[in-house]
T-cell receptor
């Protein structure tokens, strides 16, 4: 069974700090990797996608992928209270997208 | 560009009844996905439709069914509702097998 694992948290960081969110996956055939943000009671919103090893930066967000270690991470620089949400890692193998359980991030003012 | 839309936003039913949830994908998207998210739990994949055909199904009983119409909109039907069906039902769309974008969801409450 294909699995995507995330620490459920909560991960608590002070405002202005770097938040580091991690995700591991089991299917070595996975080709595409996504991070979604979900505010409480709302639907997931796409933040980043990454397809090749290395780093991909978009504003305050950096996604990191290491296929050899089957590891994806999301760094949020200069964390803001508005970043407080659950972050979902999603991994695509073939045509199917599998979601992790999400990590709850709390940014304290 | 309009995003994925879902209706209704909230739905209250009683045990044993049927629920119908609707989804309109982003213009140009051909695939529609349905997910269930029970309170405090992760996203569980329900169904995937592409070009009017059911392409894959998650580990849910047959009373969860759906269809995709020629205009690529979709509906999810849940028959013989049970209390544990209470959840946020999310629809996502993509162009072929591309990145999925989510709608706002339908919150179903079964009493």
């Amino acid at each position: 069974q294909k699995e995507v694992e995330q620490n459920s948290g909560p991960l608590s960081v002070p405002e202005g700090a770097i938040a580091s969110l991690n995700c591991t996956y089991s299917d070595r055939g996975s080709q595409s990797f996504f991070w979604y943000r979900q505010y409480s009671g709302k639907s997931p919103e796409l933040i980043m996608s990454i397809y090749s090893n290395g780093d991909k930066e978009d504003g305050r967000f950096t996604a990191q992928l290491n296929k050899a270690s089957q590891y994806v991470s999301l760094l949020i620089r200069d964390s803001q209270p508005s970043d407080s949400a659950t972050y979902l890692c999603a991994v695509k193998a073939g045509n199917m997208l599998t979601f992790g359980g999400g990590t709850r991030l709390m940014v304290k003012p | 560009e309009a995003g994925v839309t879902q209706s209704p936003t909230h739905l209250i039913k009683t045990r044993g009844q049927q629920a119908t949830l609707r989804c309109s994908p982003i213009s140009g998207h051909t695939s529609v996905y349905w997910y269930q998210q029970a309170l405090g739990l992760g996203l569980q994949f329900l169904l995937w439709y592409d070009e009017g055909e059911e392409r894959n199904r998650g580990n849910f009983p047959p009373r969860f069914s759906g269809r995709q119409f020629p205009n690529y909109s979709s509906e999810l039907n849940v028959n013989a509702l049970e209390l544990e069906d209470s959840a946020l039902y999310l629809c996502a769309s993509s162009f072929r097998f591309g990145t999925q974008y989510f709608g706002p969801g339908t919150r179903l409450l079964v009493l």
